[in-house]
């Protein structure tokens, strides 16, 4: 096995990573409700620590000329995503908080949707760990924005290359992706 420099993205490794990991062939039924021939089950990244590294590294050098205030996205699969790409952020010596969104309110304590050392007008990003429709990712910008945060990107592990991308730009989302399905070699 190869191991990248944990302080450097290398991109050519999360492919690897990604096809050793987190993809499976066989029938599946997706969020959007769409049906696939595979899966992308990147909290076997996401919650490793090459895999947690390397996206977090990536996540960074798409921020680095752009810094938001914070860094989020919805429970459960992107509160890892936050958690690294604070952690190294703090580690290179950049100011960025994280934040969570909920599913649903919080039904005891403040009852927040959205939780973290945010505050309303915060600039943040959203982060994801695959998009496919966004129709999930599009409910959490819109609690984030309901809170009062300012949405312009996201930024997800994998974009399944299904429409997502256009449904966020008619939001006025910019969309990034550290890859596609065409990176890993699978036919849309």
Not at 64 to 90: F, H, K, Q, S, Y
Not at 150 to 166: H, K, L, S, Y
Request: aromatic share 6%; charged share 25%.
């Amino acid at each position: 096995m190869t191991i990248a420099s944990p302080l450097l993205y290398d991109r050519s490794r999360l492919i690897e990573l990604v096809k050793e990991y987190a993809l499976s062939f066989g029938d599946f039924t997706l969020a959007s409700g769409a049906k696939a021939n595979f899966y992308l089950d990147c909290r076997k990244l996401t919650l490793s620590g090459e895999g947690a590294n390397q996206i977090a590294a990536g996540i960074l050098a798409l921020l680095e000329n752009d810094m938001p205030d914070a860094v989020g996205g919805m429970a459960i699969g992107a509160d890892p995503i936050t958690a690294a790409v604070i952690t190294r952020a703090w580690q290179s010596g950049l100011s960025l908080r994280g934040f969570i969104v909920r599913k649903e309110n919080k039904q005891h304590g403040t009852g927040r949707q959205v939780e973290g050392p945010i505050k309303e007008k915060d600039r943040v990003v959203m982060l994801e760990d695959v998009v496919t429709s966004g129709g999930s990712s599009l409910k959490a910008i819109q609690h984030a924005r309901d809170y009062g945060l300012e949405v312009d990107r996201i930024i997800t592990i994998i974009d399944r290359q299904a429409g997502g991308r256009e449904r966020f730009e008619a939001e006025g989302v910019t969309f990034y992706s550290l890859l596609t399905l065409d990176d890993l070699g699978i036919d849309t």
